[in-house]
Nanobody, 127 residues
C-alpha cells in the first residue's frame, strides 16, 4: 500500500512558474513509476509526465514539453513537477500517481496501469 500526498498548488498569472511535490510513503515506494496527471473542468484526465524509479526514463505530454520538468529525490521519497511558462490551459487539478515497477503505461501517458492516486492539487493560471 502506498500513500501519495501532493503539495504546491496555487493561483498564478500566465508565464509564471510553480513546483508541485508528491511525497510517497509505503512499502518499496522507491521502485514505483511516479506520474502526474491532470483533469481540467469538463475534460478527461490526461497524462502530463512520468518518471521511472531510477530517473532514467521520463514521459512528457506534447502540450508541456519544454515547459515542465519531472524529477525525483528518492532519499526524500518525493517527486517534483517543475512547471514553467504556465498557460491558462494548464489550469487543472493535478494528481500524483504510482504504477508498479512491472508496468509501462505511465511512461506512455496512460492511467490504466495506475495502482495508487493522490487526492490532487489545484493549479489555476489566470490573469
Amino acid at each position: 500500500q502506498l500513500q501519495l500526498v501532493e503539495s504546491g498548488g496555487g493561483l498564478l498569472q500566465p508565464g509564471g512558474s510553480l513546483r508541485l511535490s508528491c511525497t510517497v510513503s509505503g512499502f518499496t515506494s522507491d521502485y514505483y513509476f511516479i506520474g502526474w496527471f491532470r483533469q481540467a473542468p469538463g475534460k478527461e484526465r490526461e497524462g502530463v509526465s512520468c518518471i521511472s524509479y531510477s530517473s532514467s526514463s521520463t514521459y512528457y505530454a506534447d502540450s508541456v514539453k519544454g515547459r515542465f520538468t519531472i524529477y525525483r529525490d528518492n532519499s526524500k521519497n518525493t517527486v517534483y513537477l517543475q512547471m514553467d511558462n504556465l498557460k491558462p490551459e494548464d489550469t487543472a487539478v493535478y494528481y500524483c500517481a504510482a504504477e508498479s515497477p512491472y508496468g509501462r503505461m505511465c511512461l506512455m501517458g496512460y492511467s490504466s496501469g495506475i495502482d495508487y492516486w493522490g487526492e490532487g492539487a489545484l493549479v489555476t493560471v489566470s490573469s
